[in-house]
């Protein structure tokens, strides 16, 4: 991973990619064409069956090619995924086609053997290629994840936003101690759904009157499922990686304890942020005052002749200054303050055991040093 | 009805025979599983996978008998869990008495012949040939045991035969020695452990099954009766099916062996190639394809008799001659990989001191 890409701070812990027995289902299925391809060449020229496939050119295609398409379909369904059996009916397709363009009817069983295992061949490139094109890397901050052959996807999550890890270990994985980590993010990223359903029509009647009746059913399960770049697939060694993202995961959730203090931290600083706001306003309220100080003495020498007849005014005045700079909203904000104060003594008193005993241990520690 | 003296010989002393058979033939594939465990177990420092693979498959096994006593005892399964290094199996109901002593007698003897039973299975459908039970003329203790022993060497000689001529362009033959090789690794009741003597004493099963034997002597009385009872039926009806019966036991015993004994030479030559530098080991596992390829292409230009069997002999020596060629000029450090030089931690957790 280039350097640039990193966070501040950020440091790479691990860099991972898929184990090459991880992608098995897909090499099953090059297996499967590989073998296949063998015991037909095996069953249609050398066993004791032979014979049965002399009678016409097209039959060890036939075979070859129904039951590439059956075990399709039987995989397909297992594995809700229609793409195997699609899979192998363009390989048969292409089989078919290769036959008619280069004229090889008269040597297909050897052209299924000589087929089976260049197909199996590229698909078990096709695959490693596709392991390979995976990357993890898991650093003190984050996952990311990076997949792809020509269309790179990339994925990233913070430590702090996973709330979930599925971890799975297959047969293989246990054997070859590799599994798969699903990080399952607070917005429900990493979970999907496994959906089965079950349909059945019925048509009943002559051919003026039909009835039809159809009836269906489905299931779905929320399970944690991710595509093979969306998660840590196949990591080895699984053991280590798996402790290894949770550590990470835990060191960036905070505890109970650290919960608490958090909030109480907050409490403080909104304290004191109303404090200071009131202090603010408390200042702000003082040249108003002077103001008015100002406003009499100016009114005392601009009317000197009037002392006797305005002096009960300026007395009144006087006194009215105090009860001015006072005003009912300063009283109010001091009564705030008072409350604010008394809250912020209450809340030192109700604070966590652990930090008094740190605290004394703090207190301790420093008249040690004094001493 | 056969005809037989009746004597004590005949009556009694001959209902031994086969048992003892049988129980000689166990012991010595006691003696396979051991060697096999003290093999994989010097392996699995280098090759812990390999190692957790059979693990795996013994363990399976052995949690399939322990699933099936339950079932034949009518427990029920309430859990089944098999993973590389242990297996669960939880019954539905907790039974006691005779349930429960059968259930536990399928956990311990299971394993020596359920998977070996399997194996014995498909060789019937594959090789087809020695399944002979005996028929002995008088049915005294010798007569008995001789012929017990007779049919177990036809079996043996036709399965060695098979083996011989193996043919491994054909894929249902090469299906069955994987088949073999497979079972071969799992048939031991227990596993390979982290230490090098956890769990691989030969005492450790005897003592568990002695336990379960000396621990209800009376279940051990009915099922010697019943025995008797059944001998004595079979002596009057059909004397064949009583031997019969154990001969398929000795079958069993004898297909172990024979698998445990062809994971010698796959143990060993993974054991050889440990010795040959990285990039070099894999030579000699190409080497068995290569040569068994080569060696039937070369048949097939000067035809001979026994093509296949030849063609096997050439895949061995050339295995054996290449890996040994290999093992004397390629043959990898040995200060760097010698099981002493791996350094451990001593208590203090600082210093690193070398295995003593």
Partial sequence: ???????KNEQIERVLSPHPLSFMKLQTLC????????????LTEFSEYASMFSGNIWYPLILWGLVLLLIGVIASLLAIQWTIFFLYLGVFASALGLIFWQHWENDITLFIFIYSIAVSIVGFLIVELYRRSHKYIITNLRIIFKGGIFTKRERTIRYDKIADIDAKQGVLGQIFAFGTIIPVSQSGFGLGSDKTMAAGGVEVGTKKARFFGFAGGGKEVQTPIARSYYELHGVYPYKDVKQLVENLVQSHVPTQYQKEQIEFQKQQVDIQTQMRDLLHKQVSDKPQKKAVRQQIEEEEEEEPEEEVVEEEKVNRKKTAVPEEAFQPEQVDVQQQMKELLKKQKTARVTQPPEEEVEEEDIEEGEENKST | MANFPLNIDVLVV??????????????????????????????????????????FIGILFQTMCQALGY??????????????????????????????WVARSFLLFGPFFIPAGLVLLVSYFVIGRGFVFPSPVQYTFVESLTGFLVSLSTFANEFLEFLVNIDLFNPVHVGFLLVLLFFGLGIRPSYIGQERKEKIDILYDLIHI?????????????????????YMSSLFLNPVVYIGLFTIFGWMSLTAIIAIFL?????????ATDEIRPHWKIIPFLTVVVSYVLGRMFFIYFPTKQVEGVSLLVMLLSTVLITIFLIKYKRTNRFKTATKMKHMRVADGKKRTSKK
């Fill in chain 2, 210 to 230: 002695k336990d379960h034997l000396v621990e209800k002597p009376l279940y051990i009385l009915v099922i010697i009766l019943l025995l008797y009872v059944f």
């Fill in chain 2, 71 to 100: 079932t034949v005892t009518r427990s029920g399964i309430a859990a089944f869990q098999v993973s590389v290094s242990y297996g669960t199996v939880e019954p539905k109901k907790e039974k006691k008495g005779v349930f429960e």
């Fill in chain 2, 263 to 271: 994971t010698f030479p796959v143990l060993l030559l993974i054991r």
């Fill in chain 1, 1 to 7: 991973m280039v350097k640039k890409e990193l966070l």
């Fill in chain 1, 31 to 42: 297996i499967f064409v590989i073998v296949w391809g063998i015991v037909v060449w095996w």
């Fill in chain 2, 14 to 55: 001959a209902a031994l025979a086969p048992i003892l058979g049988v129980v000689a033939f166990w012991f010595l594939q006691l003696f396979f599983i051991e060697t096999q465990k003290r093999m994989l177990s010097r392996l699995r420092h280098r090759h812990e996978a390999f190692c957790r693979f059979t693990n």
